[in-house]
């Protein structure tokens, strides 16, 4: 079965850091595309960050986290990171990963069609 589980959300001040792990079972993490959204209280799902297989290796972030935000992938634990540091009120949220086709500015903006796991939240708050 297919399956990606978020966590390590948390409360954090303004200006503190999280990491977040996106954890799959049933496939191989590097060879696929995988995208973190995040969704606010009232708001649309937005994507914010993405990273491409092992083959591709391309990484994009949404202009409000570049600089802040890092994605990675460990291969062995089959499990995507996202590092927020600098974290700011506005990046309150239920985070999620989901995969894609590609990695590419676009992909940002390109709803997930599946399904979304349970996310994990993100409150930063002072």
């Known amino acids: 079965q297919v399956q990606l589980v978020e966590s390590g959300g948390g409360l954090v001040q303004p200006g503190g850091s999280l990491r977040l792990s996106c954890a799959a079972s049933?496939?191989?993490?590097?060879?696929?595309?995988i995208v973190w959204f995040r969704q606010a209280p009232g708001k649309e799902r937005e994507g914010v960050s993405c990273?491409?297989?092992?083959?591709?290796?391309?990484?994009y972030y949404k202009d409000s986290v570049k600089g802040r935000f890092t994605i990675s992938r460990d291969s062995a634990k089959n499990t995507v990171f996202l590092q927020m540091n600098s974290l700011k009120l506005e990046d309150t949220a239920v985070y999620y990963c989901?995969?894609?086709?590609?990695?590419?500015?676009?992909?940002?903006?390109?709803?997930?069609?599946?399904?979304w796991g349970q996310g994990t939240q993100v409150t930063v708050s002072s």
């Open positions: 990273i491409g297989s092992s083959s591709d290796g391309s990484t």
């Open positions: 989901a995969p894609s086709l590609r990695c590419t500015p676009q992909t940002l903006n390109t709803p997930h069609s599946g399904n």
């Open positions: 049933g496939f191989t993490l590097e060879k696929r595309t």
